[in-house]
């Protein structure tokens, strides 16, 4: 199985772990899934916080594990005068296999626009990692009009990004993210086809799998196999056992 027909399943643990805690979990995690087919149907993907990286690494290393290790931002630049940012290099150095740009936090919080996104996910490409890009439209809605949304926001990372560069967009609709439910998945299945049928989209070189986030957890990729690639866990796969759960459903779906 190529890399653009595996599924894709992962989470971030955003700011909610402790030190001890990532690493408590990594461990813990590792040795639920090492009752999985070693090496694993699904890419599987860990993005702890910044300060983690590094011991995170190691432990992934040092179990031989196959699971991706993740960061939750970049600068665009590889070097420079940018007090506080993290190099795309460095990560890379580190052992980060694929880095999240654009989430809904980064655009509200910290003012990120489109012209952000895509420079860092062409950051990212460039030093040989997978830019996951964060897309979502902000008020729930009419299909058509979240598709044109969320095609602003792509079109301008596939315009900066290499063609041949392989591409993972997390569709996540920021009125979902946080909620009790994910978004509904005729919603998102019908999304999704928008988005794959967009030319930034269909005619790359490069693969582009599509995941869904938004309060996504155990139960829901069996609704949305049919479209997705996988799924992109936040607060619901804090829990080694439903993140494993939901691994396995991804694998059986």
Known sequence: MTTSNRRLIGLSSKMYFSLDKTSTYTSALLT?????PSPPPVDIFLIPDFVTLVPTAQ?????GSDVWLGAQDTHWEDHGAYTGEVSPSVLRDVGVKIVEV???ERRRLFGEDDDITAKKAAAVARNGMVPLVCIGEKTEGDIRVAV???QVQIDAVM???DDAAE???AYEPVWAIGASQPAGEEHILNVVAGIRNLDSVKNRRGSTRIVYGGSAGP???ERLSSGVDGLFLGRFGHDVAQFVRTVKEVIDA
């Open 32 to 36: 639920a899934l090492s009752s999985l």
């Open 59 to 63: 432990q992934l290393k040092e179990a």
């Open 102 to 104: 654009g989430h809904a």
């Open 148 to 150: 044109d949304e969320v």
């Open 159 to 161: 315009s900066a990004v």
């Open 167 to 169: 591409v993972v967009l």
């Open 219 to 221: 139960g829901l990729f």
